[in-house]
């Protein structure tokens, strides 16, 4: 796999390339937002999908023993988790499932708990039906992020919380959630009976220590769902396939229940061939992709601290989104920004999207052919040397 390789994705409805004048942005930006890659999947997925098209039939589809085998057997492998063919349930997005696990376990007005800066999707779901954000904030001590278990458990105390979305890995700081933190979480969550979602969609881009799924906690697997999905390990986001685990018959009756009242019954036919492929044999192609991927960070990093030193880049344990602190530049974020997109003509998420705690930081998706990603830090250099 030549990850050098640049793809011209323009006219292919992306959503990257192909809508910028929607998003008020100029036509000449270069995006580097959204959290998909800019590398093609493995070409053995590219052939299931291409042997799929071919019969030319795209009926109703459902999950068949195959597929769960694929799934089994990539996490076994890769996580050490049993998994259990009832647990499974698809739904067609990681964040659908978060928005159902909200309306399944807590009432208007009630507080839901995450951390900030954290994906900004866990606020919307919370906020279109109508819960409240409690946000316990990550501690940045010094460029590493940390949770703070004195304030989660006065929150959860305080608050009344039931319900507690979990980013793990996190995006956008990078971490990768230690074992001593997430027994820690476990253990305040037992005491106080709070629900937690795990949404584990970057578990496969680690890079240091070991991502743990919460599927290993058997003693408190009824009270928890983990969200996965194939989307971004294997860039396949518009296949609209992903993989809930619900261990507890009862929680995923109340769950089924509530996305049927939504009216969504039925598998993508595609996603189910590209996610099945893709576990089957993408196992080579994930590991050349972490490779190049720690290479663009060592590359983003170096530059920074070499031509940048008062812009601080937190160093990543995963994911492939780098979490950029701008404050020392003495900007303010509309002035970052608008230099960032008028100027370098480079189209960035502000960390003001992920919470207030995000205010001075800049997310910056690392997952393009490094010689974009070299030009990309040269037109920062310019505006901000
Ligand atoms: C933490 C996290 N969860 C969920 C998603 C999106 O998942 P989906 O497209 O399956 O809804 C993303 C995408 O960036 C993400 O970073």
Same mark, same amino acid.
């Given at each position: 796999?030549?990850?050098?390789?640049?793809?011209?994705?323009?006219?292919?409805?992306?959503?990257?390339?192909?809508?910028?004048?929607?998003?008020?942005?100029?036509?000449?930006?270069?995006?580097?937002?959204?959290?998909?890659?800019?590398?093609?999947?493995?070409?053995?997925?590219?052939?299931?999908?291409?042997?799929?098209?071919?019969?030319?039939?795209?009926?109703?589809?459902?999950?068949?023993?195959?597929?769960?085998?694929?799934?089994?057997?990539?996490?076994?492998?890769?996580?050490?988790?049993?998994?259990?063919?009832?647990?499974?349930?698809?739904?067609?997005?990681?964040?659908?499932?978060?928005?159902?696990?909200?309306?399944?376990?807590? =009432?208007?007005?009630?507080?839901?708990?995450?951390?900030?800066?954290?994906?900004?999707?866990?606020?919307?779901?919370?906020?279109?039906?109508?819960?409240?954000?409690?946000?316990?904030?990550?501690?940045?001590?010094?460029?590493?992020?940390?949770?703070?278990?004195?304030?989660?458990?006065?929150?959860? =105390?305080?608050?009344?919380? =039931?319900?507690?979305?979990?980013?793990?890995?996190?995006?956008?700081?990078?971490?990768?959630?230690?074992?001593?933190?997430?027994?820690?979480?476990?253990?305040?969550?037992?005491?106080?009976?709070?629900?937690?979602?795990?949404?584990?969609?970057?578990?496969?881009?680690?890079?240091?220590?070991?991502?743990?799924?919460?599927?290993?906690?058997?003693?408190?697997?009824?009270?928890?769902?983990?969200?996965?999905?194939?989307?971004?390990?294997?860039?396949?986001?518009?296949?609209?396939?992903?993989?809930?685990?619900?261990?507890?018959?009862?929680?995923?009756?109340?769950?089924?229940?509530?996305?049927?009242?939504?009216?969504?019954?039925?598998?993508?036919?595609?996603?189910?061939?590209?996610?099945?492929?893709?576990?089957?044999?993408?196992?080579?192609?994930?590991?050349?992709?972490?490779?190049?991927?720690?290479?663009?960070?060592?590359?983003?990093?170096?530059?920074?601290?070499?031509?940048?030193?008062?812009?601080?880049?937190?160093?990543?344990?995963?994911?492939?989104?780098?979490?950029?602190?701008?404050?020392?530049?003495?900007?303010?974020?509309?002035?970052?920004?608008?230099?960032?997109?008028?100027?370098? =003509?480079?189209?960035?998420?502000?960390?003001?999207?992920?919470?207030?705690?995000?205010?001075?930081?800049?997310?910056?998706?690392?997952?393009?052919?490094?010689?974009?990603?070299?030009?990309?830090?040269?037109?920062?250099?310019?505006?901000?040397?």
């Amino acid at each position: 796999m030549n990850f050098d390789d640049v793809v011209d994705r323009y006219n292919t409805n992306c959503l990257k390339f192909d809508f910028k004048k929607e998003r008020n942005k100029p036509e000449d930006i270069f995006p580097m937002w959204v959290a998909d890659m800019d590398f093609r999947c493995p070409p053995e997925v590219i052939n299931d999908l291409k042997a799929r098209v071919e019969h030319g039939i795209f009926g109703y589809s459902d999950v068949d023993i195959t597929y769960f085998r694929a799934l089994y057997s990539w996490y076994l492998t890769h996580f050490n988790v049993k998994l259990q063919r009832d647990w499974l349930f698809n739904t067609p997005g990681v964040v659908f499932a978060l928005a159902t696990a909200v309306k399944v376990f807590t =009432k208007e007005n009630d507080y839901v708990l995450i951390n900030n800066p954290v994906y900004n999707p866990f606020s919307e779901v919370i906020e279109d039906n109508k819960r409240k954000i409690m946000s316990s904030d990550l501690i940045n001590n010094n460029g590493h992020y940390k949770i703070d278990f004195v304030d989660l458990e006065n929150k959860i =105390k305080e608050y009344n919380i =039931k319900l507690y979305l979990l980013c793990s890995p996190h995006n956008p700081v990078g971490r990768v959630w230690s074992k001593e933190e997430l027994d820690k979480i476990v253990e305040i969550c037992k005491r106080y009976n709070v629900f937690i979602v795990s949404d584990e969609i970057h578990s496969d881009f680690v890079y240091e220590g070991k991502h743990i799924c919460m599927l290993n906690y058997q003693d408190y697997l009824d009270n928890i769902i983990v969200c996965t999905s194939p989307s971004k390990t294997f860039n396949l986001a518009g296949l609209q396939t992903s993989n809930i685990f619900i261990p507890n018959q009862n929680v995923r009756n109340k769950f089924m229940k509530e996305v049927w009242a939504t009216g969504y019954s039925n598998i993508n036919a595609l996603g189910l061939v590209a996610c099945k492929s893709a576990y089957e044999h993408g196992d080579k192609w994930l590991k050349e992709l972490i490779e190049y991927l720690k290479g663009n960070v060592k590359l983003v990093e170096e530059y920074f601290r070499e031509n940048l030193p008062n812009i601080k880049v937190t160093h990543p344990e995963g994911t492939y989104l780098l979490w950029i602190d701008f404050s020392g530049t003495n900007l303010i974020d509309e002035e970052v920004t608008n230099k960032l997109t008028y100027e370098a =003509k480079l189209w960035l998420n502000s960390g003001i999207k992920y919470g207030k705690s995000g205010k001075g930081f800049q997310r910056l998706n690392i997952a393009l052919p490094r010689s974009e990603l070299q030009h990309a830090l040269e037109k920062i250099k310019e505006v901000f040397g």
